[in-house]
């Protein structure tokens, strides 16, 4: 897989983890190796696997926390971090802007940041999300 | 310079040049070499020196842009790119966090990526700003 490909893969991973409320699998989407830290829309600033990710599971175990479809995604690697940012639509109706910081765990890559905002993002503007994207023959 | 200080240096001339309101030093601060994205809190994501720099140059030619000192700096360093984050004091009285990416070009880190966005920070968990803090003799 192109590395692009590989960190578009794990930025995925973490929205659909969120979006099915997966907890074992957003714990899997973070850095083990790294400090950690989060930053949700208009929250102070969370440290550590502890902290983030008992964040993670209160939203998420809200039977109302939302689906998020991302778009325009962007990908700048260098060496064994990479940062991505994306448009988050939530429940098709309120935008948000996301940075994700990955790093490189042997094949696999992992956040080590994350930090949403709320964003006045025009419908327009925005690529038909990863899911929607037509892909070319998988043989 | 430790690798780290190396990055806190860089992180703290970005904010300098904002809050002097140095054009010059602001275009510095960012990476040529790597594609750079902005997102100021509440607006849809810039792209590109042109679209990114003309909205700081916009900012920064406004009389009242706010003076910002910077707290709780955070670093990670993975190789040649590193993320710090930040509490942003603006004119002493509202807070920001912000994500900063940076790349390492030749000897200096280079901004490619920063997203700021209004936070509910207590006073009490700040730690003194860099230029606060004691150092050690420099001979």
Redesign the interface.
């Known amino acids: 897989m192109a590395e692009r490909d590989a960190v578009l893969f794990a930025n995925s991973a973490f929205y659909t983890a969120f979006s099915t409320r997966d907890l074992e699998a957003m714990d899997e989407a973070w850095s083990s190796a ?2 950690i ?1 989060c ?1 949700h ?5 969370l ?1 550590g696997r502890d902290e983030v990710l008992r964040s993670w599971h209160g939203i998420m175990r809200n039977p109302n926390s939302p689906k998020v479809k991302t778009h ?1 995604e ?1 990908v ?1 690697i ?6 991505v ?1 994306c ?1 988050e639509e939530l429940n098709g109706r309120q935008f948000a ?1 996301a ?1 994700n ?1 990955f ?1 490189k765990e042997g094949h696999t890559w992992r956040l ?2 994350h ?8 419908p327009a ?1 925005l690529e038909p999300s990863e899911d929607e994207r037509p892909r070319g023959p998988v043989n």
């Open positions: 790294k400090p830290s930053i829309p208009g929250w102070n600033i440290y325009n962007r700048v260098c060496g064994e971090m990479a940062v940012t448009v802007i940075t910081v790093v080590v940041h930090q949403a905002g709320p964003a006045n993002v025009d503007s």
